[in-house]
């Protein structure tokens, strides 16, 4: 991780991700007068410019022209997905785009021009984050495009869209259990990763509709526009906007704004609960105890007896009694109330190995016997959470 993203940063955090739904006359005046202050790149110079720092990944720099044919004009029906900060349309990069350029299928996330400040700040969170970290289990950035009030970026296309969309969609077949344990080994990976590079990174985000699958169910890491450089020792960063998701920040970020690894453990463990479950982390659709997971799921998790009660009846009882339990306990661990009593996401990673079903017959025949359907726009957005 280069300096450069401290550069820029105002002393005040202030990164919102649903900047559309902010009236502006609720910014005080002296996060307005730092955000005036803060130089933002406006062309791929200046981007280049900002990433020369650190050890970047080449990252092609689009023009708003080639987009528009990678993706037939942001024909709607092209549209992948959309949240706080615009779509996500699917495109193709064709050989004949631009010479040297390999065709390929990607994403391309187009941010809304009228989010000014905090879309721009999203937008190069990401430019920064995921053009200088590679990793297997974090989504590739192919490119981005920063041209006039245009921002965009460009990323390698995820067939099998989000775990949100597996996991809850009541039009693909129930996620098998192999394919669950597999998707939580791929996410923890990657968030490990994050946490043990040579500057720490928070995440921020975790959620299903972050994580992404590709066509064998790897998931990546995609979204970066809430990550942040990690602390140093054992400070935490004191926000002073909350931002991230409610039903997957760890508490003691929303009541203090205290943010460390340790927040994106807690987070972990929500998703993971969630894949136990069939769950979603907050259903105002359920009866009022039950709507938020981590409450209703919380007491039963180590209760070796009870924890069946909870378990994803679309499983349909299809899974190890063992590797649920262990699945469990993990998940009860990481949602303890206390940071501290947390284990790091590299213990998580070699707790979840062993729970990786690698029998014969069982992962390879349930993903060919899983739907291939193209996913629906998630429309889920991060959310302020004050
Ligand atoms: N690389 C990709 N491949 C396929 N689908 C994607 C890709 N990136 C994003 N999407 C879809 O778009 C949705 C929103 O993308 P995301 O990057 O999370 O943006 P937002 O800031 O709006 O949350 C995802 O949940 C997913 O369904
Ligand atoms: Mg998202």
Redesign the pocket.
Known sequence: MGNCWCRWEPSIYRVS?NAKSESPKNESPLVKHKIDESKLPSNPEEVEDLRRDAASNPLIAFTYSELRIITANFRQDRV???????S?YKGFISEDLREGLEPLQV?V?VHDGDNSYQGHREWLAEVIFLGQLSHPNL?KLIGYCCEDEHRVLI????AR??V??NLFSRVLLPLPWSIRMKIAFGAAKGLAFLHEAEKPVIYRDFKT??I?LDQEYNAKL??F?LAKDGPVGDKSHVSTRIMGTYGYAAPEYIMTGHLTPRSDVYSFGVVLLELLTGRKSLDKSRPAREQNLTDWALPLLKEKKKIFNIVDPRLDGDYPVKGMHKAAMLAYHCLNRNPKARPLMRDIVDSLEPLLVTDEGSTETTVTAISNEV?NA?TK??EDLQ
């Open positions: 991700s992948l997905g959309g949240g706080g900060f615009g996500v994403a996330k989504v990323y390698e296309y995820m869209g989000s949100e969309h509709s972050n992404l995609s979204d526009g996913p998630d957005r991060k």
